[in-house]
């Protein structure tokens, strides 16, 4: 239960997938965006704060990738750490998306997991036929 009907599914009673929520007029579909959201602004604070101030902002992954929408929302709420959106690059999916007065880079980067972990596993298996 705790792997199949929770995160996202569980909050909205819907669906674990963002595309779905955000397509949703649902309260469940809306309150569960609202709540990842809520959570990443608070990872990003607790982590700006640990660090002294943000630098920059690297999104990733499916939702960082695809989600213009999270994005932005996200953006929105660290507008007071200095970040600010171009909204136009974000809606495009530029890979630099913040806007030239902001003191904060934000920045969306493809990830490729196959291919680290490809690369990881040669390295392995080389050094175990070397060593």
């Not at 695809?66 to 994005?71: G, I, M, Y």
């Not at 007065?101 to 036929?129: F, K, M, P, Y």
Request: hydrophobic content about 45%; some cysteine.
């Amino acid at each position: 239960m705790l792997y199949e009907r929770s995160g996202l599914l569980g909050l909205s009673g819907i669906s674990g997938d963002m595309r779905m929520l955000q397509d949703s007029a649902e309260p469940g579909a809306i309150d569960a965006v609202e709540q990842f959201v809520h959570a990443m602004t608070k990872y990003v604070g607790a982590y700006a704060a640990v660090l002294g101030g943000l630098d920059a902002l690297v999104v990733t992954g499916g939702i960082g990738e695809h989600s213009h929408q999270v994005r932005a929302a996200l953006c929105r709420r660290l507008a007071s750490l200095g970040v600010v959106l171009d909204e136009d690059a974000n809606r495009s999916g530029d890979a630099v998306i913040s806007a030239l007065e902001g003191s904060v880079s934000v920045r969306v980067i493809a990830t490729n997991e196959e291919l680290v972990i490809a690369r990881h596993t040669l390295a392995l298996v080389d050094g175990a036929a070397n060593g």
